[in-house]
């Protein structure tokens, strides 16, 4: 089992960054690949982006190239989205979740994810 705890979320200016965490807990961290998620309100769960385990492979919704960075620091179970150049439009609870696959930085569906986090609301004003 492992438990994932998100925090980091806020209201923010259109412009401006945030950095959500996401503590782990439970099985060995490094063996999970991550991923972050959002769910905009009547809207279906989206990927945002996903990193190994090992941190080396990363991979990035295409709305969010440029702008978000993904991260993780296996010593300190944690992992990180780093979100800057903000958008109205990137309005959504976010979550994170892990996955045992071998490959689960690349997989973008929620149903390729073993554990999810309880989610951290972003809000962008215009």
């Known amino acids: 089992q492992v438990q994932l705890v998100e925090s980091g979320g806020g209201l923010v200016q259109a412009g401006g960054s945030l950095r959500l965490s996401c503590a782990a807990s439970g099985r060995t961290f490094s063996s999970y690949a991550m991923g972050w998620f959002r769910q905009a309100p009547g809207k279906e769960r989206e990927f945002v982006a996903g990193?190994?385990?090992?941190?080396?492979?990363?991979n990035y919704a295409d709305s969010v190239k440029g702008r978000f960075t993904i991260s993780r620091d296996n010593a300190k179970n944690t992992g990180y989205l780093q979100m800057n150049s903000l958008k109205p439009e990137d309005t959504a609870v976010y979550y994170c979740?892990?996955?045992?696959?071998?490959?689960?930085?690349?997989?973008?569906?929620?149903?390729?994810?073993?554990?999810w986090g309880q989610g951290t609301q972003v809000t962008v004003s215009s």
């Open positions: 990193i190994s385990g090992s941190g080396r492979s990363l």
């Open positions: 979740a892990a996955s045992s696959a071998l490959t689960g930085w690349s997989i973008t569906r929620t149903s390729g994810y073993d554990y």
